[in-house]
Antibody, heavy 117, light 110 residues
Framework: QVQLQESGPGLVKPSETLSLTCTVS????????WTWIRQPPGKGLEWIGH???????NYNPSLTSRVTISVDTSKNQFSLKVTSVTAADTAVYYC???????????WGQGTLVTVSS | QSVLTQAPSASGTPGQRVTISCSGS????????VHWYQQLPGTAPKLLIY???QRPSGVPDRFSGSKSGTSASLAISGLRSEDEADYYC???????????FGGGTKLTVL
């Protein structure tokens, strides 16, 4: 069974770049869609974007100018970068995967990223 | 506000059947599959129903999904205390080219 683990800084300063990595085990990254979703404290889910293993990506239009998702097949990892962060980017960030771009079978446990000076 | 609309809360007693609704539009539910996630307190969401009415391996058949037009429903029969969680619907939106979520429904088992 595929397992996902998010890693990265838990605290990012305003205006800086948030960078997270998702390590995939129990399966190859060379298939499926690889997705990032976030959840502000006490709020609902927000889809950030996904990337197909071939490199083709889709992003949430509300974030597209600040977000990049990439895949590193050699490390079986995929990554998220969000530039120019503000307090509104404070959230639990989840990585997830599935055979379709619209739903995800497997999720990481999530990692809380706080934007604060 | 969320693109898909869900009631913020629902409740039921053990053994009861509960239905959670999700309303959208032609660009999302009306033309694409609906999926449902269960999020237990303090945990990551779990895929409960995909492609309107398909259950992943391991999900009890007490959970079922349906879709009609621009609305979808998740039904839980034989309600149990461990079903107390937040439930989210999701679908691809052709106009936005993004996955859209409902705001979530918090289910309380009385």
């Amino acid at each position: 069974q595929v397992q996902l683990q998010e890693s990265g800084p838990g605290l990012v300063k305003p205006s800086e770049t948030l960078s997270l990595t998702c390590t995939v085990s129990g399966g190859s990254i060379s298939s499926n869609y690889w997705t990032w979703i976030r959840q502000p404290p006490g709020k609902g889910l927000e889809w950030i974007g996904h990337i197909y293993y071939s490199g083709s990506a889709n992003y949430n239009p509300s974030l597209t100018s600040r977000v990049t998702i990439s895949v590193d097949t050699s490390k079986n990892q995929f990554s998220l970068k969000v530039t120019s962060v503000t307090a509104a980017d404070t959230a639990v960030y989840y990585c997830a995967t599935g055979p379709s771009g619209s739903y995800s079978h497997y999720w990481g446990q999530g990692t809380l990223v706080t934007v604060s000076s | 506000q969320s693109v898909l609309t869900q009631a913020p809360s629902a409740s039921g007693t053990p053994g009861q059947r509960v239905t959670i609704s999700c309303s959208g539009s032609n660009s999302n539910i009306g033309s694409n599959y609906v999926h449902w996630y269960q999020q237990l307190p303090g945990t990551a969401p779990k895929l409960l129903i995909y492609r309107n009415n398909q259950r992943p391996s391991g999900v009890p058949d007490r959970f079922s999904g349906s879709k009609s037009g621009t609305s979808a429903s998740l039904a839980i029969s034989g309600l149990r205390s461990e079903d107390e969680a937040d439930y989210y619907c999701a679908a691809w939106d052709d106009s936005l080219s993004t996955v859209v979520f409902g705001g979530g429904t918090k289910l309380t088992v009385l």
